[in-house]
Nanobody
Framework: QVQFVESGGGLVQPGGSLRLSCAASGFTFPFSTLVIEWYRQAPGKGRELVATIGSIESTTDYVESVKGRFTGSRDNAKNTVFLQMNNLRVEDTAVYYC?????WGQGTQVTVSS
């Protein structure tokens, strides 16, 4: 059974940093071939694509609002992707999910507040 488990969320002050992890299991094909997306959903809003981590050379792409602050990466040996979030803002508060195809993780809460 394909599964994603996110971790690393928490409460942080504006300007702080968090590193999210998304560990994958249950795939029948190489994790390295998967394009992994990070989404977030703020209270009362729809899910927003934040970052895409490609399968080829781990290329990355980001929504404009997080460019220069968030960095996606992957460790294929550990079947894990990461989202390093720096200079966090109040508006980054959301539940963060990783996704590939139709498989979603359960999400991890990120709260940015003073």
């Amino acid at each position: 059974q394909v599964q994603f488990v996110e971790s690393g969320g928490g409460l942080v002050q504006p300007g702080g940093s968090l590193r999210l992890s998304c560990a994958a299991s249950g795939f029948t094909f190489p994790f390295s071939t998967l394009v992994i997306e990070w989404y977030r959903q703020a209270p009362g809003k729809g899910r927003e694509l934040v970052a895409t981590i490609g399968s080829i050379e781990s290329t990355t792409d980001y929504v404009e609002s997080v460019k220069g602050r968030f960095t996606g990466s992957r460790d294929n040996a550990k079947n894990t992707v990461f989202l390093q979030m720096n200079n966090l803002r109040v508006e980054d508060t959301a539940v963060y999910y990783c996704k590939t195809g139709t498989t979603w993780g359960q999400g991890t809460q990120v709260t940015v507040s003073s």
